[in-house]
C-alpha cells in the first residue's frame, strides 16, 4: 500500500444544487488524474459515482460516493454527494467527516436553493470550501454574478482569483490572477501562456482588487501590502490558504467541466488552499489529534447493508485501523472484529492492510455499528458527536401485495432505515399499517423502487402524507392538577401547578423549553426533572388530531408532596395529566410543512405558474428575469408539492424546472 504523509492528503466533498454539474466536475477529475481512463456522462449514464441504477436512469446523485485520486504528489479522498434536497442527509453525514469541500455553482443561475441549504451545511460544520463556477461556456454566463449571488445570498467573502478568457459560448481560459499567468484550452489540451494583452489591464486591476481585499483580512499580508504597496505571489497564495482554513474567506475558481475547461487549476487550488487531516483541530474534546501513533479513534458514517455483505464507511480520526482489530463500538458497548479494511473507487473496492490518521475507508467484519458510531481502542474509549439525522417530513403507508412477504418486507424495510438513518419505519397504531417517513415524495420513491429492485418484493403504497404539528397561540396560567391514587400498599401523590405559554419565534424549529421558579423546596429536584420527563410524554399527541405538539414552554410554578407517597413516577404521570389538560384549555393552531419553491420556466408560461403556485396556496416572495427566462420564488404547503412536477411539465411543455427546500411550519390554511 501506498503511505501518505497527512499533510499530502485532502479530504474533500463535492458539494451543489441538482444539475450545477458536480458529478460532472468530479468525473474529469477521476479522468484528468487517471484514476479512470474513459469519460463517463451524467447523460449517458456511464459515471463512475453514479453507478446505482436509480441514479443513472434519473440522472441525478442518490447516494454519496467516494473515490480517490493523485494530484501533484497528493491523495485527494473525493466524495460526490447529492444535490437534491431529499437526500441532503446524505450531505450531513458526508460533511461530518470531510475536511474541506469544493461547492460548484451555475454561472447562470448563481446561488440555487439547494447550493444554500449544502453551504449552510458546511458553515455548521466548519468545514472549509473553494468556490467553483461551472458552465462558463453556457449563454448568459456570468462570473461577476455569480460572485455577487455568492456575497449576496451566502454572505460569503468570495474572492475571485481568475479572470475568464472568452465568454459563453467562445470561453476557452481562464487568467490565474494569484500568478498573472493563463491557462488556454484547445484541441491540444491545456496551454501555459502570458496574460493575452487585451485582459491585461482588467487582469491588473482585479490582482490589485484582490490584494486588497486579503490585504484588509489577513495581517501579514497587511503588513507586506504597507510597507511594498503589493504583495509577492508567496505571500498572497499563503494568505488565501489561512483564509481558506480559517472560513473567513471563500477563493473563487470558474471553468466549463463538461468541455474540459478549469480542472486542473482547480486541482491545483484544493492542494494549495484546502486543508489536510493534521490542519484540522484534534477530535474527542481536543484529545485526539491525526496522529497515527495515537490510540485510534474513526467515525462510522455510512452502512451499507448489502445481501452480498455489510460494509461500514469510517473516517480514521487517530492511530490505525488494521485488518484483524478489534475495536469498541461506544453507541452499543460492544466489541468488533475488522475483518477486512477496504479502499473504495465508487462501487469498486480494493482491500488494502491498514487505514491511517486522515483515511477513509470501508471495513468489513461489524455486525452492529450504525451511523454515527465511534470505534476506538477498547483501552481508550472517547465517543465523537455523531452526525443528527433530519427529522422526516412526508410519511405514505407500505405493504407487500401477498401475504406471505410481510416478513420479507419487514427486513427490507429495516435494512432501508439502517443505510439511512433519515428513513423511519413504524407502525400505526390505529389501522396497524407499516409507515415509511422521509424527507421528501422523491426520498420515499427512491426507497420503495429499492425494495420492488434490490428485495424483489411487490409492494403497495399509500398517498403521501406530510408531518403536521400542533402549537400554542395563547396558554393558559396556574392550571392545577393533583394525582392521587390508592390501591393497597404505597399510594402515589403529586401535587403540581404549570404555566403553559408559546414560544418566541418559529414554532417548529424549537420543540419545548421547561423551565421551574418553585422555591422552598417544595418540589425536590428529582420531582421537577419527572414533571419535565412526564410533560416531553404529553407533547407527543396534541388535542387537535394527535400530531406531535411544538413550540410551548412549560414552567412549574408550584407544587406538593406527600412524605409516603410522593415518587418520581407520581410526579411523571402528574406532568403528563397536566400539561394534556393545559394544552386542552389552551388555544391550539395546527402547523404544517412549509416549502421555498423555486421554479424557472421561459417567460411565456409565468402567468400560468402564479396561478397554479396559488392555487396551491403559495405566497410568492421573489420574481426576476434572466434572459426570457423567468424565476419565481415561493412559499408552498409541503402538502400541495406532490406531483408537481408534473404539472409543471405540461403547463410550460417541458420546458419548466423547479427546486426546492425546507422553509420550516407555518399555520395550516384551508
Known amino acids: ?72 504528489g497528493h491523495r485527494l479522498a473525493l466524495i460526490d454527494t447529492p444535490g437534491h434536497v431529499d437526500f441532503s442527509d446524505e450531505v450531513e453525514r458526508a460533511l461530518r467527516v470531510l475536511d474541506g469541500a469544493v461547492a460548484v455553482f451555475d454561472a447562470v443561475a448563481g446561488v440555487e436553493p439547494q447550493s444554500e441549504t449544502v453551504w449552510r451545511q458546511a458553515d455548521r460544520h466548519g468545514v472549509p470550501r473553494i468556490a467553483f463556477v461551472n458552465k462558463m461556456d453556457r449563454a448568459g454566463a456570468d462570473l461577476d454574478a455569480a460572485v455577487a449571488s455568492l456575497r449576496s445570498r451566502l454572505g460569503a467573502v468570495a474572492l475571485p482569483v481568475q479572470l475568464p478568457v472568452g465568454r459563453e459560448d467562445g470561453f476557452r481560459g481562464v487568467v490565474d490572477l494569484v500568478r498573472m499567468k493563463a491557462y488556454v484550452w484547445g484541441g491540444g489540451g491545456l496551454e501555459e501562456t502570458g496574460v493575452p494583452p487585451g485582459l491585461r489591464d482588467e487582469a491588473v486591476r482585479r490582482r490589485r482588487a484582490l490584494e486588497e481585499a486579503v490585504a484588509e483580512l489577513h495581517p501579514e499580508a497587511l503588513e507586506e501590502y504597507c510597507a511594498d504597496e503589493a504583495l509577492s505571489d508567496g505571500t498572497l497564495e499563503r494568505a488565501l490558504r489561512a483564509l481558506t482554513l480559517a472560513g473567513t474567506a471563500v477563493v473563487v475558481l470558474c471553468g466549463s467541466a463538461y468541455r474540459d475547461r478549469g480542472i486542473e487549476p482547480l486541482l491545483d487550488a484544493v492542494v494549495a488552499y484546502l486543508p489536510a487531516p493534521t490542519d484540522r483541530p484534534p477530535v474527542g474534546g481536543g484529545e485526539r489529534a491525526a496522529d497515527p501513533h495515537a490510540p485510534l479513534v474513526a467515525l462510522a458514517f455510512k452502512v451499507n447493508a448489502a445481501p452480498t455483505g455489510r460494509m461500514t464507511y469510517v473516517r480514521v480520526y487517530a492511530g490505525v485501523l488494521t485488518k484483524g482489530a478489534t475495536v469498541l463500538d461506544t453507541a452499543t458497548g460492544r466489541t468488533e472484529r475488522i475483518s477486512r479494511v477496504l479502499r473504495v473507487q465508487a462501487d469498486r473496492t480494493a482491500e488494502v492492510s491498514i487505514a491511517v490518521a486522515g483515511d477513509i475507508v470501508a471495513v468489513v467484519g461489524p455486525k452492529t455499528v450504525r451511523a454515527g458510531a465511534t470505534l476506538c481502542v477498547p483501552y481508550a474509549p472517547v465517543v465523537l458527536e455523531p452526525p443528527v439525522p433530519a427529522a422526516p417530513v412526508v410519511s405514505m403507508a407500505v405493504e407487500a401485495r401477498r401475504s406471505t412477504d410481510t416478513g420479507r418486507l419487514a427486513a427490507g424495510l429495516a435494512r432501508l432505515a439502517e443505510e ?11 389501522t396497524g399499517q407499516t409507515v415509511l417517513s422521509g424527507l421528501g415524495e422523491l426520498h420515499l420513491e427512491v426507497a420503495v423502487e429499492r425494495l420492488r429492485r434490490d428485495r424483489d418484493l411487490e409492494v403497495t403504497v399509500g398517498r403521501p402524507q406530510v408531518a403536521y404539528r400542533e402549537t400554542v397561540v395563547k396558554g393558559v396560567t396556574g392550571l392545577l392538577h393533583r394525582h392521587v391514587k390508592q390501591d393497597g400498599g404505597a399510594g402515589q401523590f403529586a401535587h403540581v401547578v404549570l404555566d403553559v405559554q408559546p414560544l418566541d419565534g418559529d414554532p417548529g424549529e424549537e420543540e419545548f423549553v421547561f423551565a421551574s421558579t418553585v422555591t422552598g423546596g417544595r418540589v425536590p429536584q428529582e420531582y421537577v426533572r419527572a414533571v419535565e420527563a412526564g410533560c416531553r410524554d404529553a407533547l407527543a399527541e396534541g388535542p387537535l388530531g394527535g400530531h406531535q405538539v411544538t413550540g410551548v414552554r412549560v414552567t412549574l410554578t408550584d407544587g406538593a408532596t406527600h412524605p409516603k407517597d410522593s415518587s418520581e413516577l407520581a410526579f411523571r404521570t402528574a406532568g403528563r395529566a397536566a400539561l394534556r389538560e393545559a394544552l386542552r384549555a389552551s388555544a391550539m393552531a395546527l402547523l404544517e410543512p412549509v416549502a421555498e419553491v423555486t421554479v424557472t420556466v421561459p417567460a411565456e408560461s409565468v402567468g400560468a405558474v402564479l396561478g397554479d403556485l396559488a392555487a396551491r396556496r403559495g405566497r410568492v416572495t421573489d420574481s426576476q428575469v434572466r434572459g426570457g427566462t423567468s424565476v419565481v420564488t415561493a412559499t408552498v404547503p409541503l402538502a400541495e408539492l406532490f406531483g408537481y412536477a408534473t404539472r409543471l411539465r405540461g403547463r410550460t411543455q417541458g420546458r419548466g424546472t423547479f427546486a426546492t427546500r425546507p422553509a420550516g411550519y407555518e399555520p395550516a390554511t384551508a
Open 420 to 430: 439511512d438513518p433519515s428513513l423511519v419505519v413504524r407502525t400505526d397504531p390505529e
Open 1 to 72: 500500500m501506498r503511505v501518505f504523509p497527512n499533510p499530502r492528503v485532502r479530504n474533500l466533498g463535492i458539494l451543489a444544487h441538482v444539475d450545477a454539474g458536480k458529478t460532472t466536475v468530479t468525473e474529469r477529475i477521476l479522468f484528468l488524474t487517471g484514476a479512470v481512463h474513459k469519460q463517463g456522462e451524467v447523460h449517458d449514464g456511464t459515471t463512475v459515482t453514479d453507478f446505482d441504477p436509480q441514479e443513472r436512469e434519473r440522472g441525478i446523485t442518490i447516494s454519496a460516493a467516494a473515490v480517490s485520486c493523485d494530484w501533484d
